[in-house]
């Protein structure tokens, strides 16, 4: 069964992202960290943009060579595109980005600059819909958007240091093969919003239910400035 690649219709604000993106993975340092009897986690940082997140340590980096492919093959191939995304398979691949049906949760991270135009537009409505549809506004419009039965899990708006904000949005969708994913992501700005910062996790609901203290340490560590 062939299925429309979704960032085809769901990446509609990435128009505005804007050439020499720096993603996560350009300057990517990773420095492994753990506490006795806690599990261990990797810190994932872009010095240049500022930008760190942690992921534990058993869960897999995607190589470049292997996302890009991935995300070609969803209509995002483009000069100055980077990206970075780790996966808890056994079998790690990046074709595992939107892929629904997931039985280990996978994360993808950037950091875009935006152009001018999209730059004066930004909302939280806009971050929101970075990715999917998640507004009601934008579901409303979206009437060709492939995922269905939408469900809101959690709606929160993020205020941090320097002026960074935007929101984290936890939702679930139906696949047109039946799956039905819980997707958790951050979607971040900064003060002169110029600068997206977008952080996702996403597989089946089951499994996002059996490994909701990680990914919510995952979401939670995703930090513009020092991670300390």
């Known amino acids: 069964m ?9 990446f509609r604000s990435r128009r505005g ?40 340590v058993g869960w897999h980096q ?11 093959a969803e209509g995002l191939s483009g000069d100055g595109i980077w990206s970075t995304a780790f996966d808890g398979a056994t079998s790690p691949s990046g074709n595992d980005f939107l892929a629904p049906g997931l039985s280990q949760p996978f994360v993808f991270a950037e950091v875009g600059t935006l152009s001018s135009t999209a730059s004066a537009e930004v909302s939280y409505n806009m971050l929101r ?16 958007f492939p995922l269905t039965d939408f469900k809101s899990l959690l709606d929160q708006t993020i205020t941090a240091k320097q002026g960074v904000h935007g ?15 819980t997707f958790d992501e951050d979607s971040l700005t900064n003060a002169d919003q110029t600068v997206v910062y977008y952080l996702l996790v ?22 513009i400035g020092s991670p300390t």
């Open 2 to 10: 062939e299925v429309t690649p979704l960032t085809n219709r769901a």
């Open 17 to 56: 992202l804007t050439g020499g993106l720096t993603l996560l993975f350009g300057a990517l340092t990773m420095i492994g960290l753990s506490a006795c009897g806690a599990p261990g986690y990797t810190y994932v940082a872009d010095d240049s943009a500022g930008t760190f997140y942690k992921v534990p």
């Open 62 to 72: 995607i190589s470049q060579k292997n996302l890009d492919t991935a995300l070609q």
């Open 129 to 144: 819909d970075f990715l999917f549809p998640v507004s009601s506004s934008a579901r409303s419009e979206d009437t060709n």
């Open 167 to 181: 929101v984290r949005e936890t939702f679930q969708y139906t696949f047109p093969t039946g799956e039905t994913d």
């Open 202 to 223: 996403h597989c089946t609901a089951s499994c996002y239910t059996q490994n909701q203290n990680a990914i919510n340490t995952v979401m939670t560590s995703f930090t």
